[in-house]
């Protein structure tokens, strides 16, 4: 894949801790125990975001105070006009800021609307679909994004403990280093089985 710099960053200490253990031994990474706003270069910051592009609290709250209410406005309006009011968690767009230094946000659903996702895969889903938005934008259009300023997906709201959510960040993460040359049922259960959620919970 493509030299793509991950930078983790929260103002959590535990969700810092947790990175560092499952991200231990994959490339390009930086873990920041901070606010995205400390960042000095990032190309594209993460919103982790609702189905329905209402940034009023959170991560994405402070997303709209560094970079303006007009973002949420065209957020919105594209969640709108592309998803018909409702984009699914399992899907991330980018859209440009109008920031001169970091041009991008990833709008990355990681719930439909503020609930718990406790065992879910949906940090899992987030993840994923906002490597694939960034490697399609970066196959398709310049400028590239070369860094990627990352929250904690699923940590706040969401509820999913650090290390959980570490975990199902870091296995998209090698998901998206290593992708497969051939489709077989042993390898889609191999992926299904590393995520661990998904279908009936046991009861």
Known sequence: MDSLKLV????NAAVCSAWR?????????????DRFEALPQFDCIVSAANS???????IDLAIIQFFGIDLMDRVQHRIMTDFL????????FIIETGHTKHRFLAHTPTMRAPLPI??????YQAMWAMLLAVHWHNRSGEPR???VACP??????????????AR????????????PTCMSWPYAKMRQSAIGFGGDPDV
């Open 152 to 165: 904690g997906l699923g940590t706040a709201t969401g509820r999913v403990p650090p290390e959980e959510a």
């Open 145 to 147: 994004i070369e860094v």
């Open 118 to 123: 406790t065992r879910t895969d949906n940090v």
């Open 168 to 179: 199902q960040m870091a296995t998209a993460y090698q998901h998206y280093l290593s992708p």
């Open 8 to 11: 983790l960053v929260d103002p």
């Open 52 to 58: 329905f592009g209402l940034m009023d609290g959170g």
């Open 21 to 33: 253990k499952h991200f231990d031994q994959l490339p390009n990474i930086e873990v920041v125990n």
């Open 85 to 92: 009011g409702e984009q699914p968690v399992g899907s991330s």
